[in-house]
């Protein structure tokens, strides 16, 4: 096995600067104002289309560095790129704190499922188990993966990771470390929320139900009611509970569109989530007009789970937060487009691991502008989306979009761990309340 021990430990590095080009990153750009270290395994220094200035890879290591000529999935593909293949151990000198870390990574050869799996310390603690870079790409090789970390703690003046080899060797492409963020709602002003403050049904004012039979969207088990069972205010909170009764399984799904809707500005939502193989909580987005992009449907059409209706995903969608229940401790964020979605392998996403989403309530937000789209845990920015071209297969976020609340059960994605456990049930998303907000001067 190959070993990098990279270390950094100047003194100058308490100072917050990096190794390499030592660029203060707040001088940037808001968006990277709390990285305080990046830099490029295996590869030069550069700035990120995202903005964040990575060091060159000025290691002194036998580790095997290696080139990946395309990448697929990638709003950058410089990054990851380039990459470096052994049992590391990286040590950087930052000032004692509270630290949350972007690792990027894309797997270069074409290999087995399970023939490279490794485990990513932080602190002399597991904080990634058990990663397949390919199986986390959807079993796509050569395509771009980003996982972030919370709440590293720093308490000796040096940030120390390991890569633990279970299968193979483990490979990295980049590290990008920032400080903890601030509330981020200075130049935001409300325009519309639900705190949930009353008993009952939804505020119909506010929401809309979807009543759909089971199947109807990707091959998902449950059936969408209004019945109060499946979704209710109560005690301050919206309750979304999917149940099983006499073998079928009911949920609710509810959305803003016409009372609620939003171009450009930030969404966010406090919730709580269910647990439980087979569940596949969600707070997403849907365009308005769903038919703005589409070239073979029109108003009137029932589009959604349509084969004959390209309204999805030519109009767009975002996902503020999705969750699997047989991945409990990983919430992702992610886009689709016509350019960029899963039937192309080239979809756009990124993960953050979050420990206990099941025990307690965070904050999942999105900031949309004409320019980008940028998703939150807890304030912690873990997935940008950047406008590459005028072009709406790339960019289909030029017109209005709603706010959708669900728990689903099984289907595509919900069920890839394995069969819904029906003993999970039943199973509460509890939200304590949805803020749209847009800022000053718009």
């Known amino acids: 096995m190959k070993k990098i021990v990279i270390a950094c430990l100047s003194l100058s590095l308490l100072l917050l600067q990096g ?76 000032p004692n704190g509270t630290y949350d870390i972007t690792f990027r990574f894309a797997e270069p050869d074409d290999i087995p499922f399970g023939a490279r799996v490794f485990d990513v310390l932080v602190e002399g603690q597991v904080v990634i188990p058990n990663l397949d870079v390919r199986v986390a790409r959807d079993g796509n090789p050569r395509s771009s993966v980003d996982r972030t970390v919370l709440n590293a703690d720093v308490v000796d003046g040096v940030l120390d990771i390991q890569f633990n080899a279970k299968a193979g060797e483990p490979i990295l492409s980049a590290i990008v470390v920032q400080t903890k963020p601030i509330a981020p709602l200075a130049g935001w002003n409300l325009v519309w929320s639900d705190e949930f403050d009353y008993q009952g049904a939804p505020d119909p004012d506010k929401w809309t139900h979807d009543i759909w039979p089971a199947e109807k969207v990707n091959d998902e088990e449950q059936e969408y009611t209004d019945d109060l069972k499946n979704v209710r205010v109560e005690n301050g909170n919206l309750v979304i509970e999917a149940i099983v009764n006499e073998g079928n399984i009911t949920s609710g799904r509810i959305h803003s569109m016409g009372k609620g809707d939003l171009l450009y500005g930030r969404v966010e939502a406090r919730a709580k989530l269910p647990e439980g193989q087979g569940t596949w909580p969600a707070i997403w987005m849907l365009p308005s007009d769903p038919f703005k992009y589409a070239s073979n449907c029109g108003a009137g059409t029932d589009w959604q789970g349509s084969d004959d209706c390209d309204a999805w995903p030519n109009s767009g969608e975002i996902d503020i937060m999705e969750h699997v229940g047989y991945d409990m401790n990983r919430v992702h964020g992610t886009v689709h487009t016509k350019a960029y979605y899963w039937v192309n392998g080239e979809q756009r996403k990124a993960s953050i691991e979050a420990p206990a989403v099941n025990e307690g309530f965070n904050v999942y937000a999105m900031e949309w502008s004409a320019e980008r789209i940028d998703v939150f845990l807890n304030n912690t920015l873990y997935f940008t989306y950047l406008k590459d071209s005028d072009d709406w297969q790339a960019w289909p976020f030029d017109h209005p979009f709603h706010v959708i609340l669900n728990i689903a059960v099984g289907g595509g994605w919900g069920s890839a761990g394995g069969p819904t456990d029906l003993n999970a049930f039943p199973a509460k998303m509890e939200v304590d309340y949805v803020r749209i907000y847009k800022r000053e001067g718009e």
């Open 19 to 94: 190794c390499g080009s030592q660029t203060n990153q707040s001088s940037i750009s808001s968006h990277v104002s709390n990285v305080v270290w990046a830099t490029n395994i295996g590869g030069p220094g550069y700035t990120g289309d995202d903005e964040i200035i990575y060091d060159a890879d000025q290691f002194e290591s036998t580790a095997v560095k290696g080139q990946i000529e395309n990448i697929k999935g990638a709003q950058d593909n410089t990054v990851y790129q380039t990459y470096r293949a052994g049992d590391m151990h990286l040590q950087h000198a930052l």
